[in-house]
T-cell receptor, first 120, second 109 residues
Framework: GAVVSQHPSRVICKSGTSVKIECRSL??????MFWYRQFPKQSLMLMAT?????????EQGVEKDKFLINHASLTLSTLTVTSAHPEDSSFYIC????????????????FGDGTRLSIL | RKEVEQDPGPFNVPEGATVAFNCTYS??????FFWYRQDCRKEPKLLMS???SGNEDGRFTAQLNRASQYISLLIRDSKLSDSATYLC??????????FGKGTMLLVSP
């Protein structure tokens, strides 16, 4: 089955630090990957759509200068939380769709293991 | 109205019970639907896709009612390992997934 690997799984760091999270599709190519954030007892919220070779598309309210996304290859997307503060502490999850579907988005997304970010 | 609504629960059921979750969605143009399972502090994992004709996978049955804009998940013969949060997920466009907040299920011995 499709495997998406996310690293690191846990980060604890001081306020002001920048943190990079990697998302890799291990056995398939993903032209599009997605970054989500989940606060405790809340639903997953899409932050941005990462497109290989082009700029990411950010959801309303998500600061693109704060959350830098780089999708440099068909198997790797990175999210960098710049100058992280305690309010950025959350569970960050990436996902990717296995293959191009009919355009109706009817293929499910497969998720990485998630990264639990804690900013002190 | 929220885009995807679920009863947060928790649903407390004994082993062997049958339990059903419902989910409603607001966007009538939604194209595809999924149920994901999320264990505590873990990533969501696909449980099953939901088709118009309904689909069944072992003890799990999913149904879609487009006219009423709701999706259901039925779990028969509940196991302790079924304890988790079940996320209703709707794809309203090419790639945009909208997640419900999830319904928590607790299966007890």
């Amino acid at each position: 089955g499709a495997v998406v690997s996310q690293h690191p799984s846990r980060v604890i760091c001081k306020s002001g630090t920048s943190v990079k999270i990697e998302c890799r599709s291990l056995d398939f190519q993903a032209t599009t990957m997605f970054w989500y954030r989940q606060f405790p007892k809340q639903s997953l919220m899409l932050m941005a759509t990462s497109n290989e070779g082009s700029k990411a598309t950010y959801e309303q309210g998500v600061e693109k200068d704060k959350f830098l996304i780089n999708h440099a290859s068909l198997t790797l997307s990175t999210l960098t939380v710049t100058s992280a503060h305690p309010e950025d502490s959350s569970f960050y999850i990436c996902s990717a769709r296995v293959s191009q579907d009919s355009g109706r988005g009817d293929q499910p997304q497969h998720f990485g293991d998630g990264t639990r970010l804690s900013i002190l | 109205r929220k885009e995807v609504e679920q009863d947060p629960g928790p649903f407390n059921v004994p082993e062997g019970a049958t339990v059903a979750f419902n989910c409603t969605y607001s966007n009538s143009a939604s194209q595809s639907f999924f149920w994901y399972r999320q264990d505590c502090r873990k990533e969501p994992k696909l449980l099953m896709s939901v088709y118009s004709s309904g689909n069944e996978d072992g003890r799990f049955t999913a149904q879609l009612n487009r006219a009423s804009q709701y999706i259901s998940l039925l779990i028969r013969d509940s196991k302790l390992s079924d304890s988790a949060t079940y996320l209703c997920v709707v794809n309203s466009g090419y790639s945009t997934l909208t997640f419900g907040k999830g319904t928590m299920l607790l299966v007890s011995p």
